[in-house]
T-cell receptor, first 113, second 112 residues
Framework: DAGITQSPRYKITETGRQVTLMCHQTWSHSYMFWYRQDLGHGLRLIYYSAAADITDKGEVPDGYVVSRSKTENFPLTLESATRSQTSVYFC????????????FGPGTRLTVL | SQQGEEDPQALSIQEGENATMNCSYKTSINNLQWYRQNSGRGLVHLILIRSNEREKHSGRLRVTLDTSKKSSSLLITASRAADTASYFCATGEPGSARQLTFGSGTQLTVLP
């Protein structure tokens, strides 16, 4: 399917477990982003990537790890999940042209018990 | 920290009325964008206005930008029930490598 997809869509895990959220885009966009959305906070940037093998921290990176070995994939790993990481996670992508808009995936709702 | 703050936090109107949402931000920007989010879905880009532009139109959407006041407004004319959603402003700052900083959003409800 064309576009940007996230998996899983829903995940329940326990404190201390490692969790990986997947993001895949078919447009060959250079830029990819991970956000978390919490009530009252809007979207906050966790990590972003300007190209394969180039990643950088956003506003709230602590407790998260990313990698980008291929342009189309940008997985987000919670190394040891905490209850404060319960949130909805959105992946987005953007190309490197003059249009600056971001295209968002459908989100992953993560619950950490 | 959030760059954009939307006002009001919630807005309820009747179908056919116009809806106006405002966004204020704190620092210099390259561009300001508006996104819509339907319940349980990802965000969808609506419109982008660059820092050297003052007004932009797209269908029933009108966006204004006042860089001297660090504020923007989104006007949706002749609203429909399908416009019910959360609306977010997002700012792109100089040197930010396409990062956007999002506000906390306005929840718009259009009553049929």
């Amino acid at each position: 399917d064309a576009g940007i997809t996230q998996s899983p869509r829903y995940k329940i895990t326990e404190t201390g477990r490692q969790v990986t959220l997947m993001c895949h885009q078919t447009w060959s966009h250079s830029y990819m982003f991970w956000y978390r959305q919490d009530l009252g906070h809007g979207l906050r940037l966790i990590y972003y990537s300007a190209a394969a093998d180039i990643t950088d921290k956003g506003e709230v990176p602590d407790g998260y790890v990313v990698s980008r070995s291929k342009t189309e994939n940008f997985p987000l790993t919670l190394e040891s999940a905490t209850r404060s990481q319960t949130s909805v996670y959105f992946c987005a992508s953007s190309d490197s042209g003059t249009k600056n808009e971001q295209f968002f995936g459908p989100g992953t709702r993560l619950t950490v018990l | 920290s959030q760059q954009g703050e939307e006002d009001p936090q919630a807005l309820s109107i009747q179908e056919g009325e116009n809806a106006t949402m405002n966004c204020s931000y704190k620092t210099s920007i390259n561009n300001l964008q508006w996104y819509r989010q339907n319940s349980g879905r990802g965000l969808v880009h609506l419109i982008l206005i660059r820092s050297n532009e003052r007004e932009k139109h797209s269908g029933r959407l009108r966006v204004t930008l006042d860089t001297s006041k660090k504020s923007s407004s989104l006007l949706i004319t002749a609203s429909r029930a399908a416009d019910t959603a959360s609306y977010f402003c997002a700012t792109g700052e100089p040197g930010s490598a396409r990062q956007l900083t999002f506000g906390s959003g306005t929840q718009l409800t259009v009553l049929p």
